[in-house]
């Protein structure tokens, strides 16, 4: 069963507020507000997802993979939980893991030019910080 934050407009802006703590790299205060909206919606996809996200970013990567692991399990055709897993996979140096993360991230997007360009993006953040001013 997946919740549509759609079908909850309350925990829809407590989402949008959450993404904007994010954005802002106010992790903590993303963390809790992407939870309390968990605690309304469990089944929620993308909340597990931005958890994930947000983890990851609180360098808490086992509880992110968790997370990325729940948004998976909420929905199989979440493409891009299946990508931010990735990227944590490849962090974490489990590259093999990260190869079929990213594959099937690809084989269910329909955009795979999303997930290039995702690719591309992390690659010149993480992988050649030179190209970082």
Known sequence: MVNNLSDYPDCKLL???????????????????????????????????NIGNTLSALKRQSEALAAYERATILDPQFHAAYFNKGLLLAEMGAYGN???????AISICADPLY???????????????????
Do not use: C, D, M, R
């Open 15 to 49: 989402n949008e507020k959450g993404l904007a703590f994010y954005l802002n790299q106010e992790y903590t205060e993303a963390l809790l507000t992407f939870k309390k909206v968990a605690a309304i919606v469990p089944y929620s996809a993308t909340i597990w997802n």
């Open 98 to 104: 990260a190869l079929e993360s990213y594959a099937k």
């Open 115 to 133: 997930i290039h360009a995702q690719s591309k993006i992390w690659l010149k953040n993480q992988l050649f910080p030179v190209f970082k001013k």
